[in-house]
């Protein structure tokens, strides 16, 4: 049996080919499910980086940047929602295949054979297209994809606009991989199928010429996101655009593709972009000092998102909870300031001031532990001006 710690290092050029899905069965088929890398969580560093290369390629070759700062933000907050539930317990998405391959399994295929990965492969992406197409065809299940569709932009940041609740109607379909396929190969398939899909999300790669008439492209998946009459209900796939091409859902693109819904949210709030559903693409009437300022504050966020996922075997369940309280907070707060909310500047205010509470009790810190005054010194000027900025908004209209 292999080392259960050895199996999370990854190395760079995994972590790059894995954003692909150009990895070999041999490097990545464990034994059980406890070896499994959490590849997604040590693609972020690549999601960043990626996102930060299309917006300089988009700046020289359009020489404007490939989406709205305040769109994007909101993008990766979703995204960000969308994964804080794994802190607590395993996704539904595993619990119920292990759950059926424990109880039900007709045979056991072996989990170190090149066919098995190869087969995995395949019956991963076929579950991902048909589960991708209910969720655009059945409204229960639209109401939760509906969440990644929102964006009125189409770059990068737009994969990562996830639903929180898609996962627990997207296991359904496949199950029946459980009948036979080990937990442990499932997990890695689940999990480049995801990542493959972050790449297909630009503008910026037109067309990939004979690739496109087997694989997913960002010029196929452009089709998918679009609201043109064309588009609506096209173009399903996940890594292979064989499903579509067989079951009649293919869609190439031709005229300009417009994104989003076809009844727009017009809103940059975390929670009403997840359960809500003009042609005039929805902007921030945010000054730029202040997008400047939930920039910082974002960026803070994520950092210390991502130290959380890092040292939640270390965390007791108060801090974790506190903590993910915290972030929902900051989300929220940033998603009221980009909309302009009139309660605003009072929730602002009093997210600083849970930040110094929660630092004080010991539940929160920075990254760099020297910079803990720094922060708070910081938190508290934003505490003072935000506070002076709702005292103001209360006194010349204590009704809004």
Same mark, same amino acid.
């Given at each position: ?80 929602? +969308? ?12 619990? +119920? ?6 109880? #039900? ?7 170190? +054979? ?21 969720? !655009? ?58 990542? #493959?899909?972050?790449?297909?999300? *630009? ?17 196929? !998946?452009?089709?998918? !996101? ?56 929805? *902007? ?45 907070? *900051? ?17 602002? *205010? ?51």
């Amino acid at each position: 049996m292999k080392n259960p710690e050895a199996q999370q290092d990854v190395s760079v050029s995994q972590r790059i080919r894995m954003m692909f899905y150009v990895m070999k069965p041999s490097e990545t088929s464990f034994q059980t499910l406890e070896e499994v890398p959490d590849y997604v969580r040590k693609a972020t560093p690549f999601f960043i980086s990626l996102m930060l290369l299309e917006l300089v390629v988009s700046w020289i070759r359009k020489g404007k940047p490939p989406g709205g700062l305040d769109d994007a933000l909101t993008s990766v907050s979703a995204g960000i929602v +969308s994964r804080l539930p794994r802190l607590f317990c395993r996704s539904i998405e595993l619990t +119920s295949y292990v759950y059926i391959w424990e109880n #039900y399994r007709l045979i056991s295929l072996p989990w170190d +054979s090149p066919w098995t990965w190869y087969l995995t492969f395949l019956g991963v992406d076929f579950g991902y297209y048909w589960f991708h197409r209910m969720a !655009h065809e059945v409204n229960i299940m639209w109401a939760g994809h509906q969440t990644h569709h929102s964006s009125e932009g189409y770059n990068l940041s737009t994969a990562l606009r996830q639903s929180v609740l898609q996962i627990y109607t997207s296991w359904i379909f496949y199950s029946p991989l459980a009948l036979f396929i080990p937990p442990s190969v499932y997990a890695v398939h689940l999990q480049f199928n995801l990542l #493959y899909q972050f790449w297909i999300h *630009t503008e910026v790669i037109e067309n990939l010429g004979p690739l496109e008439l087997i694989l997913n492209t960002p010029s196929h !998946h452009r089709v998918h !996101h679009g609201r043109n009459r064309y588009c609506i209900d096209k173009n399903f796939a996940g890594t292979l655009i064989i499903w579509d091409r067989i079951f009649g859902t293919f869609e190439a693109e031709n005229e300009k593709v417009v994104y989003g819904l076809t009844h727009p949210i017009n809103t940059f709030e975390p929670f009403k972009v997840q359960v809500e559903g003009k042609e005039v693409p929805f *902007t921030s009437s945010a000054s730029q000092l202040l997008k400047i300022y939930v920039l910082v504050q974002f960026t803070l966020i994520l950092a210390f998102y991502e130290e959380t996922f890092a040292d939640k075997s270390v965390l007791s369940q108060v801090s974790l909870l506190l903590r993910v309280c915290f972030i929902i907070l *900051t989300l929220t707060s940033i998603g009221f300031l980009l909309d302009q909310r009139p309660k605003a500047a009072v929730l602002e *205010t009093f997210r600083c001031l849970v930040f110094l509470v929660l630092c004080r009790a010991g539940h929160l810190k920075p990254c760099i532990s020297s910079w803990s005054f720094a922060f708070e010194i910081f938190f508290s000027i934003c505490i003072a001006f935000w506070g002076v900025r709702s005292v103001k908004q209360l006194v010349s209209d204590p009704w809004r």
